[in-house]
């Protein structure tokens, strides 16, 4: 049974910065591809960033110098290391998982199979 949990959200003001995890469990955690992506009150959920099984990577535009994924395939834990956080970066926060080393469209939540629960990042102004 594919497990996601996710950790490390909490309030911080902007300009301050955040280490998301996602610890995984139940797969072959480095075989598969896996992202964030957040939904912010009132807005759709959004992909910001992705990691293939090779360590190829993706980024929204928005996120792009700011935030960096990674992974510990020998922790099946997946990170997000959020800098210079802004207000509109508010939102909860999930990874997700698709089940192949490639995914056509790394930032669309269409194309993952499995989720995390969430968990929420706050940043002041």
């Known amino acids: 049974q594919v497990q996601m949990v996710e950790s490390g959200g909490g309030s911080v003001q902007a300009g301050g910065s955040l280490r998301l995890s996602c610890a995984a469990s139940?797969?072959?955690?480095?075989?598969?591809?896996m992202g964030w992506f957040r939904q912010a009150p009132g807005k759709e959920r959004e992909g910001v960033a992705a990691?293939?099984?090779?360590?190829?990577?993706t980024y929204a535009d928005s996120v792009k110098g700011r935030f960096t994924i990674s992974k510990d395939n020998a922790k099946n834990t997946l990170y997000l290391q959020m800098n210079s956080l802004k207000p509109e970066d508010t939102a909860m926060y999930y990874c997700?998982?698709?089940?192949?080393?490639?995914?056509?469209?790394?930032?669309?939540?269409?194309?993952?199979?499995?989720w995390g629960q969430g968990t929420q990042v706050t940043v002041s102004s």
């Open positions: 139940g797969y072959t955690f480095s075989t598969y591809c």
């Open positions: 997700a998982a698709y089940p192949s080393s490639y995914v056509a469209s790394p930032l669309e939540q269409y194309e993952y199979n499995y």
């Open positions: 990691i293939e099984s090779d360590g190829g990577t």
